[in-house]
Structure formats: structure tokens, C-alpha cells
């Protein structure tokens, strides 16, 4: 029945505004790109209130305030599905870097990382109010954490219950979805049993399983095939976090899609995300053997004082290299260091040489074992090829993502991804490469995330639908980030508007602040 009523009121909302003769925001005259895949159409927007109520020829009906998009492409905001906004949300609400790139919804707690607590969580959300909507995953490390603290250690029956309930609580709460990192501590740790039995709890909620898989380099396809079958054990959708291949697997990217549709040939729901770019971002600690990170920082500092201990792990970051194909720590650049800015920028190699030490990978290994002393840093990792890249970008079910928090502007050298994914995927590859389609670009922006993660109302511009909605200028739009200088605003996005509030107006960001908290199905059910 109340879906029933919904209905209604969005077949009557056209009629009742047209009678007053005025919607809140009309934006006329744009190429309309609807978001579903269908080639763009001119036409007029009518927003009221919150919701898209008309597209079409509004050209007799009056609005408080119309856009004149001539020339301009009216779309669907933008929807990114791998984002860590844990712990900037305060420092930068309007989230400009989003907001200038076009998006309007992200998706957080990605890579096992989230708050465990999602209702207080949203609830600190709710009070600080973003320019963004946000939903949320809960993530494997933290609830791991919570239990078993960092110890490379298998739950009994005891814990994993205990996991299975702040995971359940979490669904309850709003998750839209069960995260990994399974390169990273304490989740490294974790057999597959202990992921699926902690996906199965997510899974009763309609969860999605999103995972940063254990390995995107040597052994991608071990990790591909394991992310893969913890969906099919736990019976749900599976969404493989910023796919992509590092050396050695270069240039196999037509294998590790050939996974993807076997599995969906199964009747598997597996898709994936990607940001456009050749380089990675993460922590330090991932050079290093995941034993050395057992029990936290203090148990690696103490480890790393020990002789023997030391050379061990250099022996087997030497090995690493070897499997990785790798001469130098060259490709390895920080992104920032808290300890000590001054190495911002700069490359594993330089500051090795800096240091005075012999060019050698040895030596280069001892640079990064004191700077993981330091407090470890941040790094922008040069590890994927451009052919691979765009394989994937051509591949219908590879949404697009940007692996990225909320920007402090100015603050560090970070990976120009926070600034510019989506401009880059509209510019570089569409408009200049000519990789995509433009309709099939946003396709990738907006419904198939919506789709995906049961985003009800987002990633449509329909009637009825919420009034998240871009106006760009597809002969401009351009990514200005670049590696060197990261701290740059996308272009060419004239108009933002977020559940029916301009927020970028001509341009600039006005300082609104209408995002939404998105709940997930399993919070549906328990209201």
C-alpha cells in the first residue's frame, strides 16, 4: 500500500505543479542523459521540492529559479561506490572535491575500514550535515579489530559469533553491504571461512560483498577466484574493489573479465569498480611480510630492533621485488608523511640517494623500514599499465570509483584520483580517447552503482527519482590533478544540485549542504 501511494503522488506531483504553474528549479533546454545507457535527448527539467517531477518541453511552466543548459549536458549525480570518508567529514563538509567531480553520492567503509557503529555513526552525520549523501559498508577489519584486536590469530565459535553480530546490527543500522581488505591487518589474517561467515550474516540483509582481494598483482587470479566464491558461498552480490593488474600480470586484464563472466554465466551477481589511472594509493605497510605487522606497531617496531628479525625481512621484501619485477622502489612515491613533510613527493629511490646510501634495493628497503619507524606513511604506488586500464574501462559491468576520502585542500601530496576521476573518465577517455561512449560513461557514474547497492530513488534522471542531477559542458570538462601538482578542482561542471539544492551554481560551490544518509534494505525491513 505504500508503495502504492508512492506511486500516486509521483503521477500527480506533474499534474499539481503545472496547475501552479511553478516548479522550484527548471533546467531547460540541456542534453538530457538519463543515466540508464539510452542516447541523450533535449529537453527540460522540472524539479520540485526534493524530486525530479517533469522532464520534457516545460517551456510555458514558470520555476523559482531556471537553469539555462544550451550547449550543456544534464545528467544524474554522480554515484561513488569506493570511497574512505571516515574522519574527514568534519574538517571539510561541503566535500568540494566530490562535489566539483561531479558527485553527489558516495559510498564509504570500503577495503574493511569502516565505523562499526553505523547508527551514531549517521547520526554524526546527520548533525554535521554534508554537500554529499553518504551510505556505508561495514568493514571486516575494524569489526575483526573490535573482537580480536590486531593478533594473527582464527576466531573460535565464540568470536565469530560476536563478529556475526556487529555485523548484523551494522545491516540493521543501514549497511548497504560486508567490505574487505584482505592485504591489510588485521584482515590479512582471516581464512576464507571466516569472510564468508561474516558476508552470510550481511547477506540476510540483502548485502552486498565489496573486497579489496588479497593480492592485484602475482596472484590476482587466486584473488579474484576467492572473492568469487565467498559470494557464491554466502549467496550474494560480489563487487570487486578497484579492479586492476600490476606487474607480472600486465596486459591479462581479458582474463580476469573472462573470471567475472564466467562467474555471472553461473548466476553469480559479480561486478567491479575502477579508478582511470595507472597508479595506486595505500599505506607503507603493504611492502611488508604480513607476519612483521602481527599484534600492531609497537610489535613491529620491536620486531624490526632485533638483528636476525631485520634481515629476515629484508631478504623477503629482496624476494618480493623479484616477483614483482622490479629493480628500484622508484615506482613507490609518498603521499605524506606525518612525521616528516619534507619527503612528501618524493619517491622511495630519491630519498635513499638523499640519505647517502648506495643505489640498491637493499638499501632502499632499509629507507622504508625507517620511515614505517616513523609512524609509516601514505604512498601513491606507479603499478598498472594504460592498455589494462582501459580494457577495463571498455569492460559494460566496471563502475567507475575513486578510491578516495575527502580532501583537505593543500594538505599532501595525495593521489589525483580525490580530485578528478570522473572529469578524467569524461575528458581523457571519452572525449579525447574515445575509450566510451558518453552515455555509456555515465551509465557507469550513476544507475549501475544505484542498481548495485540498492540506492532506491538515485541514479535515474526520471520522474519521481531524486533530484541529484549534474549539468556539465562535455567539450570542457577536464581533470586538473595531476601526480606533481594534486590539489586542483575538476572542470567544467556549471551546475550541482543534490536532492533538489543547487550547490554548485555557475561553477562555484555555494556552501549547501543537502546531502542525505542512504540506508540499505536491511534497514528497511526493521523500521
Not at 154 to 180: H, W, Y
Request: hydrophobic content about 40%.
Amino acid at each position: 500500500m505504500r508503495y502504492l501511494k508512492l506511486l500516486l503522488l509521483c503521477c500527480l506531483l506533474p499534474a499539481w505543479a503545472m496547475a501552479q504553474n511553478q516548479y522550484d528549479v527548471i533546467i531547460r533546454n540541456g542534453k538530457i542523459i538519463d543515466g540508464a545507457g539510452n542516447p541523450w535527448f533535449y529537453g527540460d527539467v522540472g524539479i520540485l521540492k526534493n524530486k525530479v517531477v517533469a522532464i520534457g518541453d516545460l517551456s510555458k511552466v514558470k520555476a523559482a529559479k531556471n537553469i539555462d543548459a544550451t550547449g550543456l549536458i544534464v545528467a544524474p549525480g554522480f554515484i561513488d561506490v569506493h570511497t574512505h570518508i571516515e574522519g574527514d567529514e568534519k574538517k571539510t563538509p561541503t566535500a568540494d572535491n566530490f562535489i566539483y567531480d561531479g558527485v553527489t553520492t558516495v559510498i564509504t567503509g570500503n577495503c574493511g575500514g569502516s565505523e562499526i557503529n553505523l547508527d551514531k555513526y549517521f547520526r554524526r552525520l546527520d548533525s554535521i550535515k554534508l554537500s554529499i549523501n553518504v551510505a556505508s559498508l561495514v568493514g571486516h577489519n575494524d569489526v575483526r579489530r573490535a573482537v580480536l584486536g590486531q593478533a594473527a590469530v582464527t576466531p573460535d565459535a565464540v568470536q565469530l559469533k560476536k563478529m556475526q553480530d556487529i555485523v548484523e546490527q551494522a545491516m540493521r543500522d543501514g549497511a548497504v553491504g560486508f567490505s574487505t581488505g584482505l592485504i591489510y591487518t588485521p584482515g590479512l589474517y582471516s581464512k576464507t571461512p571466516e569472510v564468508v561467515a561474516l558476508a552470510q550474516a550481511a547477506a540476510k540483509y540483502k548485502g552486498v560483498y565489496a573486497s579489496h582481494i588479497r593480492n592485484e598483482s602475482d596472484k590476482v587470479f587466486e584473488a579474484i577466484a576467492e572473492a568469487i566464491d565467498i559470494g557464491r558461498q554466502a549467496n550474494m552480490p560480489v563487487e570487486i574493489s578497484h579492479f586492476k593488474v600490476g606487474k607480472p600480470n600486465w596486459n591479462r586484464s581479458n582474463e580476469m573479465i573472462a573470471m567475472v563472466e564466467k562467474a555471472r554465466a553461473e548466476g553469480l551477481e559479480v561486478t567491479v569498480d575502477q579508478y582511470p589511472y595507472t597508479a595506486s594509493s595505500t599505506t607503507l605497510n603493504v611492502l611488508l611480510p604480513d607476519w612483521l605487522l602481527d599484534g600492531g606497531r609497537d610489535s613491529v617496531y620491536k620486531r624490526l630492533d632485533d638483528p636476525v628479525i631485520h634481515q629476515k625481512v629484508i631478504k623477503e621484501m629482496i624476494s618480493d621485488m623479484k616477483k614483482r619485477q622490479r629493480d628500484h622502489f622508484d615506482y613507490a612515491f609518498i603521499a605524506h608523511c606525518d612525521a616528516d613533510t619534507t619527503l612528501n613527493g618524493k619517491n622511495i629511490q630519491q630519498i635513499n640517494i638523499e640519505k647517502g646510501r648506495k643505489n640498491n634495493i637493499p638499501n632502499e628497503i632499509e629507507t622504508i623500514l625507517d620511515i614505517t619507524k616513523l609512524g609509516s606513511a601514505a604512498m601513491v604506488f606507479h603499478g598498472m599499465n594504460e592498455d589494462d586500464v582501459k580494457n577495463i574501462m571498455k569492460y559494460p559491468l566496471a563502475m567507475v570509483a575513486s578510491d578516495s576520502g575527502i580532501r583537505l585542500f593543500g594538505s599532501g601530496v595525495p593521489h589525483p584520483r580525490g580530485y578528478g576521476t570522473n572529469a578524467r573518465v569524461l575528458g581523457h577517455y571519452v572525449r579525447e580517447e574515445k575509450v566510451l561512449r558518453l552515455e555509456d560513461a555515465v551509465r557507469k557514474m550513476t544507475s549501475l552503482p544505484a542498481q548495485k547497492f540498492h540506492l532506491a530513488g538515485r541514479g535515474l534522471l526520471q520522474p519521481g527519482m531524486f533530484a541529484d542531477v549534474v549539468v556539465f559542458d562535455a567539450a570542457t570538462v577536464n581533470d586538473e590533478s595531476t601526480y606533481a601538482k594534486p590539489h586542483a578542482y575538476s572542470q567544467g561542471f556549471k551546475y550541482v544540485l543534490v536532492n533538489g539544492i543547487v550547490t554548485v551554481d555557475n561553477f562555484k560551490h555555494n556552501g549547501n549542504r543537502n546531502g542525505a544518509i542512504l540506508r540499505g534494505p536491511g534497514y528497511t525491513q526493521n523500521l
